[in-house]
Structures are given as structure tokens and as C-alpha cells.
């Protein structure tokens, strides 16, 4: 998926229910060239280490894994390539 990062959530931290574990999580806004707003959630390294600033650069996301929660779809993406 390439688009353009429309805006950056602050990350947040969840807890896991079955493992009371603390995770940090970040949701990324992108328009894709059809002009559709897809939701991206990174997760703990990724999330902690995207740079909040890049606000309406392009991006590139390779390798997403695609899950549905609570009727929201979310991207959960492998590789990121951004300023490309």
C-alpha cells in the first residue's frame, strides 16, 4: 500500500487481558490514491519509534497483515518505507 499519512495517533498503552501484559500501540491515518482512509496500528519498537512529525509524507507498507476490530479494519504493517 502506498498514500499519503493524513495524521499520527500519540501512542497509547493497552494491557492484555489473558496475560495482563502492558503494550504500547500507535494508530497512523493514510489516504490511498483512491482517496480512502485506512487505519494502520503499529505495535511496541514500531510504534515507540515512528516518527510523529511526518504528518502528510508519502509512505509505502509492505507485508500487512489485515484484522478487523470492533467494525474498524486496521492495517498491521511488516515493513515501512517512508520519504520515499
Known sequence: ??????SVDPVTSITKRDTNQSLDKRDIH?????????????????????????????????GAAVREYQGSI????Y???DDF
Open 74 to 77: 486496521f492495517y498491521l504493517p
Open 30 to 62: 493514510i489516504v490511498d490514491d483512491t482517496n480512502t482512509l485506512v487505519t494502520v496500528t503499529l505495535w511496541a519498537e514500531k510504534a515507540r519509534d515512528f516518527d510523529a512529525s511526518s504528518e502528510h509524507s508519502s509512505i509505502a507498507i509492505k
Open 1 to 6: 500500500m502506498i498514500g499519503i499519512i493524513k
Open 79 to 81: 515493513l515501512l518505507f
